[in-house]
């Protein structure tokens, strides 16, 4: 009785700060459109997204490296992740990530790439409206660095230093940006808080060679002509996203485990939304999830998340786990995600 009171009155306090928080930053302007690299917003890991997204207090894989950096100081050995992303519009969505504890100060040290490849399109102009015979490419990268230690038993915290890229032709545009997170784990059994905040950084802006070109100042001056001149796009910010979480697990004996987690979101470019995520598991190796994400945001089209995984380690030897998930996102179909997991000793 008292475990299910502490659990109660964590949850209802966690849940007031929230509510008051959303309260506090609640605007009828979502923001969408005013941020660059939105393709750090796209989840990863294939475990993580059939649970909604709702990660940031699991985070205990090396995809903690987006979700939560504090998280890989849950790692107890060597672990390396990879994700293939079938995302939308026939574009590719791809994440690795490694983590390895380090012998001292009870820290981790973690390493990840985050690839967006749009492909090949062709060069249309005014007057070649079908393509001019020439192709274009466009595609988005994050690389990240993060240091991650444990404050005591029960409380962590990370730190990521990443570098972000965007390309489009023959323009680009980089800046670099920070993750914090921290991670508790309460002295209640099973029960974890979560919190990060992603993307704290510079802004972006595009350059490159085909935003030179030539212009006559004056076309009743034959004098002067053809003067060289270079456009001066625009710089915006990063998609800053704020996030704050619970999970909890339950033992049911022989019959498995089960593990269900909440996440509040603050983006700066949208409205506050709520997403869910459950995870029934077997024997510790068979695992079905399901999750809802983004709840309550404005114009959302996106919502129900399912998928499954297996994941198998015998300690002294080399583990292994597989993950699918699958995302509706309405009129625009569907998405579906792959992971690979090893672990080493």
Known sequence: MKRLVA?????????SSSLSAQ????????GVGTTVANFLEIG????????????????????ALYYNPAGITNLGNIQVEFMHNEWLVDTNYDFIGAVTPLPFWNSSIGASLILLDYGEQPVRTEEFQE????????????????YAAALTTNFSFGLSGKYINQKIWNETAGTMAMDLGIFYTTPVEGLRLG???SNFGGEMQLSGRDLDTVKDPDEDNENVEDIPVSFITSSYPLPLIFRAGMSYTQSMGPVGSLTVTSDVFHPNNNTESISVGAEYGYAGIFFLRAGYENAYEENAINGLTFGGGIDYYEKGKMGFRVDYAFSDWGILESAHRFSVGIILN
């Open 195 to 197: 919190m990060s905040i």
């Open 23 to 30: 309260q506090q930053f609640e605007t009828d302007v979502s």
């Open 131 to 146: 393509g001019n015979g020439q192709n274009y490419g466009a595609r988005d990268y994050a690389v990240s660095l993060t």
């Open 7 to 15: 659990i109660l009155f964590i949850s209802l306090l966690f849940w």
């Open 44 to 63: 990863v890991g294939a475990r993580a997204m059939a649970m909604g997204g709702s990660y940031v207090a699991i985070a205990n894989d090396p995809t």
